[in-house]
């Protein structure tokens, strides 16, 4: 067989293979894991989930190793990569700001929560969503602890975790990938603020309504046990922080996602001599060690008030392992047949970057939907032609279709639990706190039933 060109990303001596259907089995297996375990045996899948994890992704890796030579080990080195920059961001923006107190002095009143939601959609633009999310959950949970609801938590994922964080590449992962690839910084938040706007108010509306109904039911929550009591001193303004050195290192957590970009580019043009260090995630590593810098340098009063435990990063890092490995050959899949899809304007980018985007790694998804509108153009995905594609002079439908894309992915992120990292960190955060939280399927109802028809009014309004 011809051997496969080494520039084409996929290192090996075969060309890339065929991948069957029949392979997307084990991600299927994965989810369905997730989402039916926790209601046959809660107990079992509590000691059990990273051995379905482990389980599943060893038997993939070995597949993949044994079945597919050069370009299944070439494949798994890169799911290898990408996960350690996944957890490296998600671990140490937990463990960051889990030195950070964030004490709002306010009454759980809807217009409070409102108030910190929003802001929260606006900071998720700055720090990412995940930032964002770790930042202030505690603070919506112990502002609500008389009252919390599990609805309060899914609202937060919907606004904060994900739609939220649509204007910069900072906010969401799939914009961030864009970026690297020729989308300029700010062309997002150019041309995405008006759908950002209407999707944001629209779900703060919705949840101001919902939040009013639950403040007359006033019923007590156990949460109020598990969240301990913030030692204030009277007077002061009434949002306080405590922590400042662990917002520096949250800074430098975020600016790290720059590093390995910038190196590459340096290595290119003025320092050749860092080429040596292109591929290597410098940047991840970096994270790591200001997240173990934070946890050395971090009171023990501040971890103590946001009830800090490092299981909700172990529970996430250990389910996406299993993630990560079964789901390289529905991606594949994608890539392969991504172009052959019956796609013809920007709804249907929309809608089928969205659909897929809730159930697999949302970046990915962009990419593959991305290459596809390039692919009907006669485009390869490369930075000059990222330019004539946003040019609407040279291609008419590009912005609109780019725009398309961008929203389905960070939009449709919040549809299930794994659409987005931060959404089953949020969701594991607030279950350590002691509040049960929806089931896989429960919480695909909410979204469905609350999150869906709002995004298809952005359809309706902007898309069609």
């Known amino acids: 067989e011809p051997e ?21 089995i084990p991600f299927a297996l994965m989810l369905l894991s997730i989402a039916l375990m926790p209601f046959i045996n ?12 482990f389980g599943l992704a060893s038997l993939m890796i070995t597949y993949y190793l044994l079945a597919f030579g050069d370009y299944g080990r070439h494949q ?7 996960y350690y920059a996944f957890i490296a961001l998600i671990g ?20 409070v929560n409102v108030a910190l ?5 606006v900071l998720a633009n700055i720090v990412g969503t995940t930032g964002a999310s770790v930042l202030l959950i505690r603070p919506f949970m112990r502002i609500n602890r008389e009252r919390l609801h599990p609805l309060h938590i899914v609202f937060f994922i919907f606004i904060v975790s994900n739609c939220g964080g649509a204007l910069t590449p900072i906010g969401d992962p799939p914009l961030y990938l864009g970026f690297l690839r020729g989308v300029p910084f700010f062309w997002t938040l150019a041309h995405l603020w008006l759908p950002w706007l209407v999707c944001v108010s ?8 919902v939040d009013t109904a639950l403040a007359r039911r006033r019923e007590d929550s156990p949460v109020a046990l598990l969240l301990p009591e913030v030692e204030r001193v009277p007077g002061g303004l009434p949002v306080q922080f405590k922590g400042y050195g662990a917002m520096v290192l949250l800074a430098l957590v975020v600016g790290f996602v720059f590093l390995d970009p910038l190196i590459a580019s340096l290595a290119e043009g003025r320092a050749p001599w860092l080429s040596a260090l292109v591929g290597i995630p410098v940047g991840p590593t970096m994270q790591i060690l200001t997240a173990l810098l934070a946890m050395r340098l971090a009171g023990r009063d501040i971890h103590k008030a946001n009830g800090f435990t490092l299981f909700p990063v172990k529970e996430v890092g250990f389910l996406f392992v299993g993630i990560f490995a079964t789901m390289a050959p529905a991606l594949a899949f994608l890539a392969a047949h991504g172009k052959d ?3 013809h304007g920007p709804g249907h980018y929309y809608f089928g970057t969205g659909g897929l985007s809730g159930f697999l790694d949302n970046a990915p998804t962009y990419l593959n939907f991305l290459q596809a509108a390039f692919s009907a153009q006669d485009l390869s995905l490369t930075p000059d032609n990222v330019r004539t594609f946003l040019d609407a002079s040279q291609t008419p439908g590009g912005p609109a279709i780019l725009g398309a894309i961008s929203l389905g992915a960070v939009f449709f992120g919040a549809m299930t639990y794994i659409g987005n ?7 594991s955060i607030a279950e350590a706190s002691g509040l049960r939280m929806p089931s896989f399927f429960g919480y695909l109802l909410y979204s469905g039933l609350i999150l869906l028809p709002i995004l298809v009014m952005v359809w309706a309004i902007f898309l069609r």
Do not use: Q
């Open 421 to 427: 990292g931060p959404n089953f960190m949020v969701k």
């Open 42 to 53: 809660e107990h079992f899948w509590e000691l059990h989930f990273p051995d379905f994890a």
């Open 202 to 209: 629209l779900l703060l509306s919705v949840f101001y309504v």
């Open 117 to 121: 939601l929003a802001s929260g959609a």
């Open 4 to 24: 496969a060109d080494h520039d084409d990303g996929h290192a090996g001596h075969h060309a890339e293979p065929i991948i069957p259907p029949w392979l997307c």
């Open 76 to 82: 798994m080195l890169h799911v290898g990569l990408e």
């Open 341 to 343: 899809l019956p796609l």
């Open 92 to 111: 140490s923006l937990f463990v960051t700001s889990g030195g950070i107190l964030i004490d709002v002095r306010a009454a759980p009143r809807p217009i």
